[in-house]
Structures are given as structure tokens and as C-alpha cells.
């Protein structure tokens, strides 16, 4: 174990709470919170509001040569880790449905998870960072102390997607959302570059039944025994 790095990864498809736990897990051991995902959707964003197809990769490559984001850490354990893109706070624009599908889209390139990756490990370099995404694991730390692989039903996830966003006040289509969480994991697990799937050394946790609290403790209870 004295070789492992100090950090916890939770990796997991779209919908499945792997930031409410991530955060809570942070929040409890004393560790940083790292939002993998969010440095996705922040490029996503970029790439919208400059008109760019997020599947263009030349179009890409300068709007990556001139990414300035920020990782700001949680206000609480309750909330998503602040993102600041070119001097602005994007943390809300970030979350949309919209802007999930596109993350999957420029996640897929080389380029990008090049990049990312990079920034990444620079940040989980010194340890103690609890890291949440889809390929912490896997690729961002191999060499992670521990790892979690969180999943959940497909229809169980739309369900807490729709009752998320109805309380923010959107209206949303349970089914179309639904459809979108199928097709966002089929985009992820099959793509070529760093696919979505469990490290082998992971422990799997299905949430299906079991709520965000529960799944904290039996991360935290792994961590403190091994």
C-alpha cells in the first residue's frame, strides 16, 4: 500500500451519484474533491459558445491551446464544485442535459483526454484527493490506493436525474432523459479512447436500492480498513 497513491477514485455511467458521494467521501476523510467530469462539460461549453461541433477535432485543437479553466473546491458537501472557464463562473451552464451529451462527444477525443488527463494528475499528484469520473480508475490513477466502480439501473437513474431537475424547476421528459443516460453509456463504454468500465481492482457498488449515504459509508469503511 506504501506504493499506491493516496486516492480514492469513484468511477461510474451518467446519473448514478457519483458526486453527491464523492464529495460527502471527500468531505469525511479530509481529502480534495476532483471533478473530472466537469473539466469535460467545461470544454463542451467552450465549444458551444464558439460554435464549434464538439466531434470537430482540428476546430478543437485552438480552442484547446487556449483553455483557461479553474477548479474551485465545493462551497459544502452538498454542492457541485465550482468551474470558472475563461474568467466566468460556469458552474450552472455546465450541468445541463445538452451539455452532458457534448462532454461524451469531445471526451472521446485524443487530443482532449490528452490534455485533461494531464491536468488531472498534476492535481492528484500530492495525494490525498478523492477523484470521480469515468476513467479515474482506469487511466487518470492506475495507481490509486482505492477504487470504486458505483452503478445503478438505467430507469433508477433517470428517475433521480428528473426528480433533480424538477426541483431546480425545469420541466423535463422522464422518457427522453431516460433514453439520453442509455445512450450516453452506450457513447462511453463504447468509445475507444479511455472507455467506461470498472477497473479490475475496483470495488462495484450498485446504488439501484440503496440511498447516497449508504453508498458513503461502505466507500468510507473500505478506505479505512485496507
Not at 458526486?19 to 462539460?41: H, N, P, Q
Not at 464558439?50 to 483557461?68: C, F, M, R, Y
Not at 491536468?119 to 490506493?145: I, N, S
Amino acid at each position: 500500500m506504501s506504493e499506491r497513491l493516496e486516492v480514492v477514485t469513484i468511477d461510474g455511467p451518467s446519473g448514478v451519484g457519483k458526486s453527491t458521494v464523492s464529495r460527502k467521501v471527500a468531505a469525511k476523510l479530509g481529502f480534495t474533491y476532483l471533478d473530472t467530469g466537469a473539466m469535460y462539460r467545461a470544454v463542451a461549453l467552450k465549444c458551444r459558445l464558439a460554435g464549434i461541433d464538439a466531434g470537430d477535432e482540428p476546430s478543437l485543437l485552438p480552442i484547446l491551446a487556449s483553455l483557461d479553466m479553474q477548479l474551485l473546491p465545493a462551497v459544502s458537501a452538498d454542492d457541485d464544485a465550482e468551474v470558472i472557464l475563461d474568467g466566468n463562473n460556469v458552474s450552472d451552464q455546465i450541468r445541463t442535459q445538452e451539455i452532458s451529451m457534448l462532454a461524451s462527444a469531445v471526451s472521446a477525443l485524443k487530443p482532449v483526454r490528452d490534455i485533461l488527463t494531464k491536468k488531472q494528475q498534476e492535481m492528484g499528484r500530492q495525494g490525498r484527493v478523492v477523484a470521480e469520473g469515468r476513467d479515474t480508475g482506469t487511466v487518470v490513477f492506475p495507481g490509486a490506493a482505492w477504487k470504486f466502480y458505483l452503478d445503478a439501473a438505467p430507469g433508477e437513474r433517470a428517475r433521480r436525474r428528473v426528480e433533480q431537475m424538477r426541483k431546480k424547476g425545469q420541466e423535463v421528459d422522464e422518457q427522453q432523459i431516460l433514453a439520453q443516460i442509455i445512450q450516453r453509456d452506450r457513447d462511453d463504454s463504447e468509445r475507444t479512447i479511455a472507455p467506461l468500465k470498472a477497473a479490475p481492482d475496483a470495488v462495484y457498488i450498485d446504488s439501484t436500492t440503496i440511498g447516497p449515504d449508504e453508498v458513503v459509508a461502505l466507500v468510507l469503511e473500505v478506505v479505512r480498513h485496507k
